[in-house]
Protein backbone atom coordinates (compact mmCIF):
# COMPACT_ATOMS: atom_id res chain seq x y z
CA UNK A 1 0.00 0.00 0.00
CA UNK A 2 1.23 3.54 -0.94
CA UNK A 3 2.00 5.74 2.10
CA UNK A 4 -0.53 8.35 2.18
CA UNK A 5 -0.45 12.21 4.43
CA UNK A 6 -2.87 12.21 6.81
CA UNK A 7 -2.52 16.27 6.67
CA UNK A 8 -3.46 16.47 3.18
CA UNK A 9 -7.18 15.77 3.67
CA UNK A 10 -10.08 18.32 4.42
CA UNK A 11 -9.93 16.89 7.70
CA UNK A 12 -7.54 15.26 10.29
CA UNK A 13 -8.04 13.39 13.51
CA UNK A 14 -6.20 15.33 16.70
CA UNK A 15 -4.86 11.56 16.74
CA UNK A 16 -2.94 11.69 13.90
CA UNK A 17 0.31 12.64 15.13
CA UNK A 18 0.13 9.43 17.35
CA UNK A 19 -1.01 7.38 14.40
CA UNK A 20 2.21 8.44 12.43
CA UNK A 21 4.53 7.69 15.21
CA UNK A 22 2.66 4.19 15.86
CA UNK A 23 3.59 2.87 12.38
CA UNK A 24 0.20 3.50 10.75
CA UNK A 25 -0.39 3.20 7.27
CA UNK A 26 -3.71 5.06 6.11
CA UNK A 27 -6.21 5.73 3.53
CA UNK A 28 -8.50 7.78 1.83
CA UNK A 29 -12.27 8.18 2.32
CA UNK A 30 -13.95 10.83 0.53
CA UNK A 31 -11.32 13.63 1.17
CA UNK A 32 -10.15 12.52 4.30
CA UNK A 33 -7.80 10.14 5.58
CA UNK A 34 -8.11 6.83 8.17
CA UNK A 35 -5.84 4.29 9.77
CA UNK A 36 -6.12 1.20 7.37
CA UNK A 37 -3.54 -0.72 9.86
CA UNK A 38 -0.73 -0.23 11.81
CA UNK A 39 2.45 -1.75 10.47
CA UNK A 40 4.37 -2.81 13.12
CA UNK A 41 5.36 -6.85 12.22
CA UNK A 42 1.91 -7.71 12.36
CA UNK A 43 -0.84 -8.48 9.37
CA UNK A 44 -3.96 -7.66 8.91
CA UNK A 45 -5.39 -10.71 10.15
CA UNK A 46 -3.66 -10.47 13.36
CA UNK A 47 -5.09 -6.98 13.96
CA UNK A 48 -8.94 -8.70 13.10
CA UNK A 49 -8.11 -11.32 15.77
CA UNK A 50 -7.19 -8.02 18.08
CA UNK A 51 -10.49 -6.25 17.19
CA UNK A 52 -12.43 -9.76 18.17
CA UNK A 53 -10.64 -9.59 21.61
CA UNK A 54 -10.00 -5.94 22.81
CA UNK A 55 -9.27 -2.79 20.41
CA UNK A 56 -9.62 0.56 19.39
CA UNK A 57 -10.26 2.37 16.69
CA UNK A 58 -10.42 6.23 15.43
CA UNK A 59 -12.73 7.15 13.41
CA UNK A 60 -12.74 11.00 13.77
CA UNK A 61 -12.60 11.47 9.97
CA UNK A 62 -15.84 9.70 9.16
CA UNK A 63 -18.65 11.98 8.35
CA UNK A 64 -21.45 12.36 10.97
CA UNK A 65 -23.71 15.52 11.60
CA UNK A 66 -26.42 16.53 14.29
CA UNK A 67 -29.80 18.29 13.82
CA UNK A 68 -31.39 19.51 16.57
CA UNK A 69 -34.86 21.91 17.10
CA UNK A 70 -38.60 21.07 17.69
CA UNK A 71 -38.96 20.25 14.36
CA UNK A 72 -35.95 17.78 13.57
CA UNK A 73 -37.59 14.73 14.14
CA UNK A 74 -40.52 14.92 11.57
CA UNK A 75 -38.27 17.00 9.42
CA UNK A 76 -35.92 13.76 9.41
CA UNK A 77 -39.05 11.47 8.74
CA UNK A 78 -39.65 13.60 5.61
CA UNK A 79 -36.18 12.82 3.93
CA UNK A 80 -36.82 9.49 4.42
CA UNK A 81 -34.85 8.97 7.45
CA UNK A 82 -36.14 5.75 9.71
CA UNK A 83 -35.93 7.67 13.70
CA UNK A 84 -35.40 5.29 16.41
CA UNK A 85 -38.87 5.00 19.01
CA UNK A 86 -37.03 6.68 22.32
CA UNK A 87 -34.61 9.03 22.85
CA UNK A 88 -30.99 7.43 23.98
CA UNK A 89 -31.41 4.61 21.16
CA UNK A 90 -29.86 4.25 17.81
CA UNK A 91 -31.04 2.74 14.57
CA UNK A 92 -29.00 1.20 11.38
CA UNK A 93 -30.53 2.57 7.90
CA UNK A 94 -31.05 0.66 4.72
CA UNK A 95 -27.35 2.07 3.49
CA UNK A 96 -25.76 1.59 7.10
CA UNK A 97 -25.38 4.93 8.56
CA UNK A 98 -26.77 5.23 12.18
CA UNK A 99 -28.95 7.58 13.10
CA UNK A 100 -29.04 7.92 17.59
CA UNK A 101 -31.98 10.23 18.74
CA UNK A 102 -29.86 11.87 21.57
CA UNK A 103 -33.62 13.57 23.17
CA UNK A 104 -36.83 14.46 21.85
CA UNK A 105 -35.02 17.43 20.03
CA UNK A 106 -31.55 15.94 18.62
CA UNK A 107 -30.29 13.51 16.40
CA UNK A 108 -26.60 12.16 15.16
CA UNK A 109 -26.65 10.66 12.10
CA UNK A 110 -23.20 8.84 11.44
CA UNK A 111 -21.09 7.23 8.69
CA UNK A 112 -21.40 3.73 7.80
CA UNK A 113 -17.72 2.10 8.71
CA UNK A 114 -17.24 1.97 4.70
CA UNK A 115 -18.06 5.73 4.17
CA UNK A 116 -20.13 4.72 1.06
CA UNK A 117 -23.40 6.35 2.58
CA UNK A 118 -24.49 9.67 1.20
CA UNK A 119 -26.66 10.90 3.95
CA UNK A 120 -24.71 12.62 6.41
CA UNK A 121 -23.45 15.52 3.18
CA UNK A 122 -27.22 15.02 1.76
CA UNK A 123 -29.24 16.04 4.98
CA UNK A 124 -26.67 18.87 5.58
CA UNK A 125 -27.02 20.43 2.78
CA UNK A 126 -31.23 19.58 2.97
CA UNK A 127 -31.02 21.31 6.68
CA UNK A 128 -28.81 24.29 5.36
CA UNK A 129 -31.07 24.65 2.12
CA UNK A 130 -34.45 24.45 3.90
CA UNK A 131 -33.81 26.39 7.11
CA UNK A 132 -32.76 29.12 4.70
CA UNK A 133 -35.74 28.73 2.55
CA UNK A 134 -38.63 27.53 4.99
CA UNK A 135 -36.89 28.57 8.25
CA UNK A 136 -37.23 25.37 9.10
CA UNK A 137 -37.45 24.88 13.11
CA UNK A 138 -34.15 22.24 12.35
CA UNK A 139 -30.50 23.21 13.66
CA UNK A 140 -27.02 21.70 11.70
CA UNK A 141 -25.02 20.94 14.66
CA UNK A 142 -21.52 20.16 13.17
CA UNK A 143 -20.39 17.08 14.91
CA UNK A 144 -17.55 16.17 12.50
CA UNK A 145 -16.17 19.92 14.13
CA UNK A 146 -17.15 19.76 17.67
CA UNK A 147 -17.22 15.64 18.53
CA UNK A 148 -14.79 13.01 17.84
CA UNK A 149 -15.56 9.33 16.82
CA UNK A 150 -14.28 6.27 18.71
CA UNK A 151 -14.91 2.61 18.39
CA UNK A 152 -13.75 0.41 21.11
CA UNK A 153 -14.46 -3.55 19.95
CA UNK A 154 -13.88 -7.04 21.63
CA UNK A 155 -15.38 -9.59 23.51
CA UNK A 156 -14.03 -8.01 26.57
CA UNK A 157 -14.96 -4.09 25.87
CA UNK A 158 -17.45 -4.07 28.28
CA UNK A 159 -15.57 -5.54 31.52
CA UNK A 160 -12.40 -2.93 29.99
CA UNK A 161 -15.38 -0.14 30.35
CA UNK A 162 -16.45 -0.72 33.98
CA UNK A 163 -12.80 0.26 35.05
CA UNK A 164 -13.90 4.07 33.40
CA UNK A 165 -17.59 4.26 33.01
CA UNK A 166 -20.43 3.88 36.07
CA UNK A 167 -23.05 2.90 33.57
CA UNK A 168 -23.06 -0.99 33.40
CA UNK A 169 -22.36 -1.67 29.46
CA UNK A 170 -22.83 -5.36 29.96
CA UNK A 171 -24.87 -6.99 26.55
CA UNK A 172 -27.07 -8.15 28.65
CA UNK A 173 -27.89 -4.57 30.52
CA UNK A 174 -27.26 -2.75 27.66
CA UNK A 175 -28.49 -3.68 24.10
CA UNK A 176 -28.19 -3.37 20.97
CA UNK A 177 -28.81 0.48 19.87
CA UNK A 178 -28.60 1.54 23.40
CA UNK A 179 -27.21 5.38 24.40
CA UNK A 180 -25.76 6.05 27.47
CA UNK A 181 -25.41 9.97 27.97
CA UNK A 182 -22.54 9.52 30.66
CA UNK A 183 -18.70 9.78 31.68
CA UNK A 184 -16.41 7.85 30.35
CA UNK A 185 -12.68 8.57 31.57
CA UNK A 186 -14.42 11.62 34.05
CA UNK A 187 -15.48 13.29 30.17
CA UNK A 188 -18.72 13.31 28.87
CA UNK A 189 -19.43 11.37 26.61
CA UNK A 190 -22.07 9.29 23.77
CA UNK A 191 -21.63 5.73 24.29
CA UNK A 192 -23.81 3.85 21.54
CA UNK A 193 -23.84 -0.35 21.15
CA UNK A 194 -23.35 -0.86 17.93
CA UNK A 195 -22.18 -4.71 17.28
CA UNK A 196 -19.97 -5.00 14.27
CA UNK A 197 -20.47 -8.36 12.75
CA UNK A 198 -21.02 -10.78 15.77
CA UNK A 199 -18.35 -8.81 17.99
CA UNK A 200 -19.33 -6.43 20.97
CA UNK A 201 -18.49 -3.03 20.03
CA UNK A 202 -19.15 0.39 21.01
CA UNK A 203 -19.02 4.14 19.73
CA UNK A 204 -17.78 6.85 21.53
CA UNK A 205 -17.81 10.67 21.04
CA UNK A 206 -17.12 13.01 23.08
CA UNK A 207 -15.72 16.59 22.84
CA UNK A 208 -13.06 17.27 20.10
CA UNK A 209 -10.40 18.67 22.77
CA UNK A 210 -10.40 15.53 24.74
CA UNK A 211 -9.76 13.15 22.23
CA UNK A 212 -5.88 12.39 23.10
CA UNK A 213 -6.69 12.23 26.95
CA UNK A 214 -9.91 10.06 26.24
CA UNK A 215 -7.95 7.91 23.64
CA UNK A 216 -4.45 7.58 26.30
CA UNK A 217 -7.18 6.43 28.85
CA UNK A 218 -8.85 3.72 27.28
CA UNK A 219 -5.85 2.51 26.59
CA UNK A 220 -4.08 2.47 29.47
CA UNK A 221 -7.91 0.58 31.25
CA UNK A 222 -6.75 -2.21 28.31
CA UNK A 223 -3.78 -2.75 28.25
CA UNK A 224 -4.48 -5.97 31.05
CA UNK A 225 -6.69 -7.27 28.32
CA UNK A 226 -3.77 -6.92 26.23
CA UNK A 227 -6.08 -4.69 23.89
CA UNK A 228 -4.53 -1.87 21.60
CA UNK A 229 -5.34 0.27 18.72
CA UNK A 230 -6.44 -1.44 15.46
CA UNK A 231 -7.10 0.34 11.94
CA UNK A 232 -9.86 0.92 10.20
CA UNK A 233 -9.91 -2.39 8.13
CA UNK A 234 -10.12 -4.91 11.14
CA UNK A 235 -13.77 -2.90 11.87
CA UNK A 236 -14.38 -4.28 7.97
CA UNK A 237 -13.45 -7.57 8.24
CA UNK A 238 -15.69 -7.80 11.52
CA UNK A 239 -18.95 -6.84 9.32
CA UNK A 240 -17.52 -8.96 6.69
CA UNK A 241 -16.50 -11.93 8.45
Not at 28 to 39: A, D, M, P
Not at 95 to 104: H, M, N, T
Not at 145 to 158: E, I, K, M, N, Y
Request: charge should be negative; glycine fraction near 8%.
Amino acid sequence: MATLDPTMGMRRSQLYRRHINNNALFKKTGSNFVVSHYNNGSDQRTELEQARSMAICDLSTLPRAGFKGAGAPSWAENQGIKLPHSANTSTVQPDGCLVAKLSDQELLILSDIFAKSHQVAALKEQSTRDHLENDTQTYLLPRGDSHCWLAVTGDQAAEMFSKVCGVDLRPHKFALGNIAQTSVAKISAVVIRQDLGGTLSYYILCDISATEFLWDCLLDAMQEYAGSPVGIGALEALICA
